[in-house]
């Protein structure tokens, strides 16, 4: 067991995977010299040389691309792209041909990319770095959205994701590179199929993901010495979601608070708050609330952008409002 | 001013418990609302009110267990020059309530919960579940929820401390049967029955009704049952004596055909709730009806009406397979009329054997009413009908 940061989790993953398997290269914007704009790959451009550490062009398109070509041809690319409001550029790519070309050769081909991108606000990099922007990718058939929220996942889900045969979302939020946690020895493999239950318990279950999830662990640990018992869900894989799990965890409390990042209306929040209502309705004692970004572009003055985004009393406040103590 | 009473839902109800108000003081209501759900021994009915006014005063708590007769609430009536004063006596055809005890049960102060005080019990999905699951009637549980809602922990304790209100339902099974039982016991203790038979080739009809069907869309089509009923409608048309009801030593004709039409119940027991005007719908709108009907019945959603309203009664025992059955008439009805299953017979058409589809029908009838000649007249004119689908 040692601690390692989310950032060093995932170069370890980058490591392994291109000592592991040769086809692997990663490749975007400042990967190679500069190290990654959120040094993930630090050090590997001396490690691994230019062919396999490739710094691309500001291009989002063009180089996205070109790794899904790669991927076309038998290569097992990671394209970093630095962050999901870049990813908007991209979007032509991801969703018309990374998503598509499986279904459209009739299975002849299949696209087996891993694009990453870091998300989320908190670092005062102004509206136009700091969006959450995980719907939009959730809301497409043909690809898979991951959500790592500890070190553990963070070097799975990668490895795990190079595994996939078909293109891979990760989404790393910006706020959790520096967070420290335990790496167990030997690391361990994760899975792509199961939400995870953060925390147990039996009055509340508040439902979570990526960047979210420590605030809402938090919460539940300041609601427990309330005396109620709140059930952390972290998502984990956000496309194909695990709704058994969320389902299960719903049938035992009664209630669900989700806490989201993005923005609330027609968000990822509201998929999961209609997924419960429509399939676990008859388990519900409470009405479903949501603790979500407040709809205006995320501001840069750090008061501004802490107050649109969700705040550990704000889902003790909601938690308190579902069991009845609001 | 206008009392709505507790009604007699059924020959021999006596009493009844007022599970649920849908309406509250003020609110305005009009001839044919359903207001109320009364629990029988037959499960819970959908009562309507006969005059039209504005609700002045609930005089009875929800899960109170009067006697049929009772002042349940008071309506203030709106000036309609329309309606007679005494809508509520002379609205319908149903047979008189049972005599009954005139001394109202004083009702008993429930504590009031806000839940229900709102018409609609407030209650959460899961709290509905648990209800429904343990039997358990939200009417009257103490809501913990805002608003004083009824939550999923609330159903439990008060699961624990019913004691009297709601019988569970193996109870509601042995009252259905007592409820059978008396009717029954009632009718052959009075009736003289005498019965008929006859079997009838319905191989036309059943093609008339496979052509049909096979040249309309789903949800146009018909299920046999339908032109049963209609052409025992059509046979009533020509013999009116078998259609009505046996009072104060008369028989009193029925001029609308109410169709009791018995509908066994998952849980056991069974209902004859009536199909209304069964000579004036169309087969299609019939069907619906029935549909409906059989639908509502199985969930114990009947209305009030739909129990003391029939002139007459089908049973069909084809679905199990039985190829005879004579009915018990239900009191105080004067007739039964019994349908078998459909088998194929050899059966002589023009001087040949052929086989065709055959199917036996009986009326069982009140011998105080009309005679066994009437019966018969009835049978030949309900085989008439049958042989001319088309006209149905």
Redesign the interface.
Known sequence: MSEVTFREAVRMALRESMHADERVFLMGEDVGRYGGSYACSMGLLEEFGEARIRDTPLSESGFVGAGIGAALVGMKPIVEVMTVNFSLLALDQIINNAATLRHMSGGQVNVPVVIRMSTGAGKQLAAQHSHSWEAFYTHVPGLKVLSPATVVDARGMLLAALDDPDPVVIFEHSGLYNMKGEMPEPPPAVDLTHARVAREGTDVTLITHGGCLRRTTEAAAALAERGISAEVLDLRVLRPLDWNTVFESVAKT?RAVIVDEGWKSWGFSAEVSARIAEDA??????PVRRVAGVEVPIPYPTHLEQASIPQTAQVIAAALEVV?HG | MGDFVMPSLGADMERGILNEWLVKPGDAVAKGDIIAVVETDKGAIEVEVWSAGVIEELCVDEGTDTPVGTVLARIRETENPASEPSAAATATPSPPPEPVATTPAPPAPAPSAPAEARGRVMASPWARHLAAERGVALTGVTGSGPLGAVLGRDVPAAAAKTAHPKPDKVDQLAAMRRAVAKAMARSKREIPHYYLGTDVDVTGALAWLARRNASVPPPERLLPAVIWLKAVAAAIRKVPQVNGFWQDDALRLSEPIHLGFAVSLRGGGLVAPALHDVDQRTPVELMRAMTDLVTRARRGRLRGAEMTDATLTVTSMGERGVERVDGVIYPPQVAIVGLGKVVERPWVVDGEVAVRKVMHVSLAGDHRAHDGHTGGLFLNALADALSAPEAL
């Not at chain 1, 309705?281 to 409470?286: G, H, I, K, P, R």
């Open positions: 009664h309705f008859w388990m519900l004692d409470a009845g």
